[in-house]
């Protein structure tokens, strides 16, 4: 079984800094894509940043030269690293695994977290 646990959500000010940490657990071989997403109240659920095995990333226009997204491959956790918050950036943010392959097992899944909530103070 495949659990992703993210911490490092809370409440900060507008220009402040939260760094978000998802590790994923689990007999895993391999995740081909590690990646944030967030959805505000009455909101879709968006991409905010994405990273593959290999390091490349990928990131929202909303959150280009703020948000910096990396990942530990031996650990299969990925991070966000936030800063400049906007009142805007306030949503529940979700850890996605995409793309992950377990140990004996053909094929591959994606996976979510639970959810973490960023409130950022106007």
């Known amino acids: 079984q495949v659990q992703l646990v993210e911490s490092g959500g809370g409440l900060v000010q507008a220009g402040g800094s939260l760094r978000l940490s998802c590790a994923a657990s689990?007999?895993?071989?391999?995740?081909?894509?590690m990646g944030w997403y967030r959805q505000a109240p009455g909101k879709q659920r968006e991409l905010v940043a994405r990273?593959?095995?290999?390091?490349?990333?990928n990131y929202a226009d909303f959150v280009k030269n703020r948000f910096t997204i990396s990942r530990d491959n031996a650990k299969n956790t990925v991070y966000l690293q936030m800063n400049s918050l906007k009142p805007e950036d306030t949503a529940v943010y979700y850890c996605?695994?995409?793309?992950?392959?377990?140990?004996?097992?053909?094929?591959?899944?994606?996976?979510w977290g639970q959810g973490t909530q960023v409130t950022v103070s106007s």
């Open positions: 990273i593959s095995s290999g390091g490349r990333e």
């Open positions: 996605n695994a995409e793309g992950l392959e377990l140990r004996g097992s053909l094929g591959s899944i994606n996976y």
């Open positions: 689990g007999s895993i071989f391999s995740i081909n894509h």
